[in-house]
């Protein structure tokens, strides 16, 4: 009702797929955007809603961590950016790996660079979730949008910007390296061009990681396809 948002949960059954709960949040209200983004790792669920209201201001943003036990999914934690202000949009893009959760503001301003976006990661010590490290470019410019997009797999995490470098984009890879997160690569752009927004879509899997760039090849299109080997990313495939 209102964009407040609902998420619906399917589970694989041997007669095909079933919904088998609705998750809501326990203090949802209209324009939240509930459900606008989602990510699911194990018995862990992370619904974001980026125009959540809260003590942060007006469209700040927030995401909600639930749990799957034997009676079904529910809500543990409503998460907020420590250091968020109004129209952050905090939880445009989520991701959540084993007990690492990461929430991306891609609106959010670093250093006076309005929508350079930031990337919010959260661990749980079994009891609550704790921030572990906020990222954000040391040479954000204005519109960036970095954590636009957002992919985590045992503990390697995908950025997409895709408003960098005049919308022709960018995606980095983070890993973490002791008590930090540490930038592994920027993923080669092939065919880089204004307008191209590289990143505004990430995924990852194994050694792979698969870019969107819907501006590219005149608004057609196209996905370009990473692989690492060795500790170095190329690009493979268009």
């Known amino acids: 009702d209102g964009d407040t948002g ?3 949960v399917f ?3 041997d007669r095909g797929w079933r919904q088998v709960d609705e998750l809501l949040a326990s203090d949802g209200d209209r324009g939240d955007r509930f459900g606008a ?3 699911l790792s194990g018995s862990i669920a992370v619904v974001g809603a980026p125009g959540s209201d809260t003590g942060n201001g007006v469209d700040a943003g927030a995401a909600y ?3 799957r036990g034997s009676n079904g999914w529910s809500e543990q934690v409503r998460l907020t950016a420590s250091d968020g202000v109004a129209g952050d949009g905090f939880g445009f893009s989520v991701a959540a790996d084993n007990d690492l959760v990461v929430i991306g503001a891609p609106a959010a301003d670093v250093t006076g660079a309005q929508r350079a976006g930031k990337v919010y990661i959260f661990e749980s010590n079994g009891l609550f979730w704790e921030v572990n490290e906020i990222i954000s470019r040391s040479d954000a410019v204005l ?5 636009y997009s957002l992919a985590i797999e045992n503990e390697t995490l995908v950025i ?3 408003g960098e470098h005049n919308s022709a984009g960018g995606v ?3 890993e973490p390296s002791g008590d930090a997160w540490v930038q592994e690569a920027r993923l080669p752009g092939s065919n880089a061009a204004i307008d191209n927004q590289l990143g505004f879509a990430v995924d990852l899997s194994d050694n792979y990681a698969i870019a969107g760039a819907p501006g590219c090849n005149q608004d057609a299109g196209a ?3 990473f692989r690492r080997v060795g500790g170095q990313w190329a690009g493979i495939e268009e």
């Open 65 to 67: 961590v639930f749990l």
């Open 143 to 147: 519109g960036n949008q970095f954590g």
């Open 223 to 225: 996905a370009f396809v």
């Open 37 to 39: 983004s989602v990510g």
């Open 6 to 8: 609902v998420v619906l």
């Open 160 to 162: 997409g910007a895709p």
């Open 172 to 174: 980095y890879v983070y």
């Open 11 to 13: 589970e694989l059954t």
